[in-house]
């Protein structure tokens, strides 16, 4: 019922008063007609206009309480239009803005001990840009921003804020607009498998879980920031810019501070969790995706009110790299430290060689990262000169050409060939010492000849000292087993001389023969089940021994045999040919069992 004495503009006003008029109550105004849409907005403005130009009186009074009748019905009018077109943003447009930014490799570290999988996430950055005319929200060439409403809908919700403002409404629009969005922010979130979990709830969780949610973040953050968020700030321009105070501003942070947060959480959670090796390359990756994204957190939060977030962002950063320093830390005194005691069979390659050199080789692909995190040289040096379980080392002659991370790696590779150097006293047979070093050694060089970015960093001086390292334990080994065997080739001992005749003593030459066969027969079932795993090593040390042996073995044959062969039972001494040993000489360092008898190919 229109009170008497109403302007036309109230008149339209009361007209749509939902708590007087069922048809009112069940119809929207911008659902309907154009023109009475514009009729309804040209009224409240009518009305606004009356207010502001006459003094207080009973007709104030009553133009007041119209005015409240006009706001409450924009604001239900407000709220229809912004459900009626929101929804999360589509799973295509999402994956279509960032795919060409992801690639992925995985690395798998396999040894005795265990199994550790290691993602890495190598992201490329996206060159679209797309720009708002009229916007002072500027695109950056990785920010995608897109509609998340149709701008006739845009419009009409300016239209209502701009009365709602003018007549104080401010914060009644920007709950209704934030109540909204944050609900469609939060349905994009879970479309995005952002799950709302406490820190606590992140550090409970086991580390394989974690390391597939973390590469769900990494996707996640990048559309977040740099197409979810940034296109929730455009829409709160295009709405509310310069409506009032900073209106934009407020409706933003109003809708997108909870989602943020969530959003970082996360981050937060695995920058301030336990430490352990295993985790370096996901953080990393964190770290390169957050870092990457600094610019763009920087941009789409610039205002004062948004700083917290930006804060945070900053600080979990740093402690990300905190995390990045103390693990590696960590790593090199787990790589000092690692206790295992029995020994491997065969002298092969031990599984924390392995596991050593394929994290190392994995830290030089993060070198870019690296190189900027860790500033702080080794911990060793004089400092440790009196601790008989830490190596002491000299960097200077590598100072010059290697940086900081680089005398890391190459720390990494002294503690832990001083731990493999433990571990050899454990073998009971010297030879097997030497060989087990060369092994170890040798992989060692290997692995930093075969990764570009590790050589490169390591530098060609210090691989030339492994290198002569692994060649000095392939040399003592074949001292240490060899000069035994070719000991009975001598020939000193096997000549007699007396008043009545001179020449070799048939006796001590039997027996230098049988010394020799049990000696050379005891090495081959020994050293045919030691094991050296790389093919040309295995090879060129086989060669080294035969160049030794064989010459020997024929001279002395040559010299002594018609002595023997002269005698009763000749094959009781001369047992094998040269040619037989030549071949025995291919069963070394198979890692399986022979006979116990050699085979005698020839006589």
């Not at 409240?44 to 409240?68: I, R």
């Not at 798998?108 to 708002?132: A, N, P, Y």
């Not at 080739?489 to 006796?507: C, M, P, Q, T, W």
Request: aromatic content about 8%; charged content about 25%.
């Amino acid at each position: 019922m229109e009170p008497p004495g109403s302007t036309a503009a109230e008149k339209i006003i009361l007209r749509w008063d939902s708590t007087a008029s069922e048809d009112a109550r069940d119809k929207m105004i911008f659902n309907g007609d154009r023109h009475e849409v514009d009729r309804y907005l040209d009224a409240v403005d009518e009305l606004q206009k009356s207010m502001a130009s006459v003094a207080l009186s009973d007709s104030t009074s009553a133009a007041s309480s119209t005015l409240q009748i006009a706001m409450a019905r924009l604001e239900d009018e407000f709220r229809n239009i912004l459900i009626s077109h929101t929804s999360p943003i589509e799973a295509e447009s999402l994956s279509e803005s960032t795919q060409s930014e992801f690639t992925s490799q995985e690395f798998e570290l396999k040894d005795e001990i265990g199994e550790i999988s290691f993602d890495e996430k190598q992201l490329e950055h996206q060159e679209s840009s797309t720009s708002t005319p009229g916007s002072s929200y500027k695109s950056t060439s990785s920010i995608r921003e897109v509609d998340l409403i149709p701008s006739d809908a845009v419009y009409d919700l300016r239209s209502i804020a701009e009365r709602m403002i003018a007549a104080g409404y401010l914060r009644e629009c920007i709950q209704v607009y934030a109540s909204v969005r944050k609900s469609a922010v939060d349905a994009s979130l879970k479309k995005l498998n952002v799950e709302k979990l406490s820190i606590g709830d992140i550090q409970r969780l086991q580390w394989e879980a974690l390391e597939i949610k973390i590469r769900r973040w990494i996707r996640a953050a990048k559309i977040c920031i740099r197409v979810l968020f940034a296109s929730e700030r455009r829409l709160c321009e295009q709405i509310f810019e310069g409506l009032g105070t900073s209106a934009d501003d407020a409706c933003f942070m109003e809708t997108i501070k909870g989602p943020a947060i969530q959003l970082f959480n996360f981050a937060e959670a695995i920058s301030i969790s336990r430490r352990s090796p295993e985790k370096l390359f996901k953080i990393l990756d964190l770290h390169d995706a957050l870092s990457d994204l600094m610019p763009d957190i920087q941009n789409v939060f610039e205002s004062k009110s948004s700083e917290s977030i930006r804060v945070q962002a900053v600080e979990i950063l740093s402690r990300l790299a905190e995390a990045a320093r103390g693990i590696l830390s960590e790593f090199e005194s787990a790589v000092l430290r690692e206790p295992s005691r029995v020994p491997v069979p065969g002298g092969t390659i031990h599984p924390l060689t392995r596991y050593v050199m394929n994290y190392i080789s994995l830290i030089s692909d993060y070198k870019q990262t690296l190189l900027e995190l860790i500033v702080s040289k080794p911990s060793t040096g004089p400092r440790y000169s009196s601790d008989p379980n830490v190596p002491d080392m000299d960097f200077s002659e590598y100072e010059d050409q290697a940086s900081t991370l680089a005398l890391h790696l190459i720390w990494i590779t002294e503690i832990l060939q001083f731990n493999l150097d433990g571990k050899s006293k454990h073998y009971k047979d010297v030879s097997l010492v030497h060989l087990f070093m060369m092994n170890n050694v040798h992989y060692i060089v290997q692995k930093i000849k075969g990764s570009p970015e590790l050589r490169e960093m390591i530098g060609d001086d210090y691989l030339r000292k492994l290198t002569g390292k692994f060649r000095f334990s392939a040399t003592n080994y074949q001292r240490a087993t060899w000069v035994r065997v070719l000991h009975c080739l001598r020939d000193e001992g096997l000549h007699v001389s007396g008043s009545f005749s001179s020449g070799v003593s048939r006796s001590a030459l039997r027996e230098r023969f049988k010394s020799f066969n049990a000696i050379f027969e005891e090495v081959h079932r020994t050293q045919a089940t030691w094991l050296i795993p790389d093919t040309q090593l295995r090879e060129e040390l086989r060669i080294s021994i035969s160049e030794k042996l064989l010459p020997a073995y024929r001279s002395f044959l040559g010299r002594f045999r018609s002595h023997i062969e002269s005698g009763r039972h000749p094959e009781n001494y001369i047992k094998y040919s040269v040619d037989d040993l030549e071949n025995a000489v291919l069963d070394f360092f198979e890692g399986c069992p022979v006979s116990q008898h050699l085979r005698r190919r020839s006589q």
